[in-house]
């Protein structure tokens, strides 16, 4: 019962690990339902795992089961014994750290209500079942091939023959060669030492409708396998009579149980002579080795040139892409992308002048005496009126008290930005110091990842505010700079016009740009010119 007088709410959890044990899980939920039973429990959940080894994290049942218990619909969880919740120490010690932290219990059949210490001996006792279990395993299947025994499933071209030792136990691993499975393996190897393709072998055996190992058709992955762990018919030893054991090793991935084959080093591999299941001479099976080096060799080469063909061809295509996209900005440019299309005017009328025809630009009064002008007229003194700001100019159009407002705004913010990163920093320390530093809890693991989030933010907010507070606050020497990067874009239009970058930069500085009889005047847009730092510091 709860403090409250209401009864405890239970979640039940089962797992096996094979589908050997498929009545498992039913028989630990039935036993698990008597032990609520007899404690007043109220079963809130029942979670499982069907044949889901142990030493995997993601289990969708035990995942299902935590999300119940963040959610606070479970006051105890009962399982029929700590091995089934996981049989790693690490997963089983960070299941009891996040349960411990929401304020649930778990309870098994045979221990009651699980404590700290019951964590470390039992989930240690669980890890060395599995070490051992794997060691006895591998040790026993080392010692059969040394005695010739043919450790693993059936390989084709042989079949099992077990007997009965003196002692009545089934002595296994033992095998026979099967004739007419023999001449096929026979007629494989001599056809691909003749110069057959995989493709060809493979059509050849299947339009004979000669069932592959596997029962199917047959594929060329099934002949050549795979080098480095020796599988695949044309690789294998077994026929040319040596048995080879250990040479890879399985691992799972503690989260996902995922398989990975690992080759293990020659000097722990397991060998062993069994003549009298040779199948192919020697002589036939190195040469087949050969030329599979061989071809293998030959097919690398392709594949290198292949690809040193394709890094070309997509280094050719990325320099058409670069081509093409010059081309498209220059006709851009001789529309409406030049540093004074849309700012132009006419001196004279005070109106806007548009775009005639290519390189004729005239404003809207027609009997204005200077219009329409060309191009050609005005270019050489529009460049000269570029490069005669000011830096003085620049200085003076931040002087003013919007401007000042403005830096203000800024240094209040950054100010600001700087208490809330502190504040964040003080109250991630204060957890830390609580929880002595090792948290492990997945609570406080998302409110720490929570709170660098909030630092980051912080961090990049106050940057941007010093960034702009610096633009608007500009020395002679930022000014000069600036003024510095329009003299460059200003000489680059001077040598070509249709250059797209400075056309681009210097339009985004101008308000207008007024055409006089032998003069231009320009009015800057002064706090974009500073912003050119920005773009080219």
């Known amino acids: 019962m709860t403090p409250s007088g209401t009864p405890k709410r239970a979640a039940l959890y089962a797992r096996h690990s094979t589908d050997k044990q498929a009545t498992s899980t039913a028989d630990q939920i039935a036993r698990c339902q008597a032990h609520c039973l007899s404690r007043g429990y109220q079963i809130s959940g029942i979670f499982t795992d069907e044949a889901v080894s142990g030493k995997v994290r993601q289990r969708p049942g035990l995942e299902s089961l935590l999300a119940a218990a963040r959610r606070g619909d479970v006051d105890v969880i009962v399982t029929e014994d700590l091995s089934r919740l996981s049989r790693r120490i690490g997963h089983i010690s960070d299941t009891y750290d996040i349960l411990s932290f929401l304020g649930i219990s778990i309870e098994t059949l045979g221990n009651g209500t699980i404590s700290q210490i019951d964590v470390g001996l039992r989930g240690t006792m669980n890890a060395l079942y599995l070490t051992d279990l794997a ?159 061989r071809r293998s060799s030959v097919r690398r080469d392709v594949k290198e040139e292949r690809r040193r063909l394709g890094e070309e061809r997509k280094a050719q295509e990325a320099a058409e892409r670069q081509r093409l996209l010059r081309l498209r900005q220059e006709r851009t440019l001789t529309n409406a992308m030049l540093f004074f299309s849309g700012k132009l005017y006419c001196g004279t009328s005070g109106q806007k002048m548009g775009s005639l025809r290519k390189g004729l630009y005239g404003c809207k009064t027609e009997s204005c005496p200077h219009c329409p002008r060309t191009l050609d007229s005005f270019f050489d003194i529009a460049i000269d009126a570029l490069t005669r700001l000011d830096p003085a100019e620049v200085l003076a159009a931040h002087a003013s008290g919007d401007i000042q407002a403005r830096r203000d705004g800024y240094k209040a913010s950054i100010i600001k930005l700087e208490q809330q990163e502190a504040d964040a920093r003080k ?49 002679e020497k930022t000014a000069l700079k600036a003024v510095g990067v329009i003299r460059t874009y200003a000489g680059r239009l001077q040598a070509d016009l249709m250059d797209y970058q400075p056309n681009k930069r210097l339009r985004d500085c101008l308000n207008r740009v007024t055409l006089y009889p032998g003069r231009v005047v320009i009015d800057w847009n002064l706090l974009a010119v500073m912003h050119l730092l920005r773009i080219d510091p």
Do not use: C
């Open 135 to 293: 060691d006895k395993t591998r040790r026993d299947m080392k010692a059969a091939a040394k005695r010739g025994s043919v450790p693993g499933g059936r390989t084709y071209g042989y079949r099992a023959t077990p007997r009965i030792d003196e002692n009545g136990e089934a002595v296994r691993g033992l095998r026979e060669i099967v004739p007419e499975e023999a001449a096929i393996v026979r007629q494989i190897f001599e056809d691909y030492l003749a110069g057959q393709s995989l493709k060809r072998i493979t059509e050849d055996l299947n339009a004979r409708a000669i069932p592959s190992p596997g029962g199917g058709l047959w594929h060329g992955s099934t002949l050549v396998g795979t080098a480095s762990r020796g599988s695949g018919i044309l690789r294998n030893q077994l026929y040319r009579g040596r048995i080879i054991f250990n040479r890879s090793e399985w691992k799972s991935h503690p989260e996902t149980g995922l398989r990975l084959a690992v080759i293990r080093s020659e000097d722990e591999w397991v060998t062993a002579d069994v003549p009298e299941l040779a199948i192919l001479p020697g002589q036939l099976f190195d040469d087949v080795q050969e030329e599979l080096d």
């Open 427 to 475: 109250e991630i320390a204060a957890v830390l110091d609580i929880l002595g530093g090792s948290p492990r809890r997945e609570e406080v693991r998302t409110f720490l990842s929570a709170g660098e989030d909030k630092i980051r933010g912080l961090i990049m907010k106050r940057s941007t505010a010093i960034r702009e507070l610096r633009l608007l606050s500009p020395t």
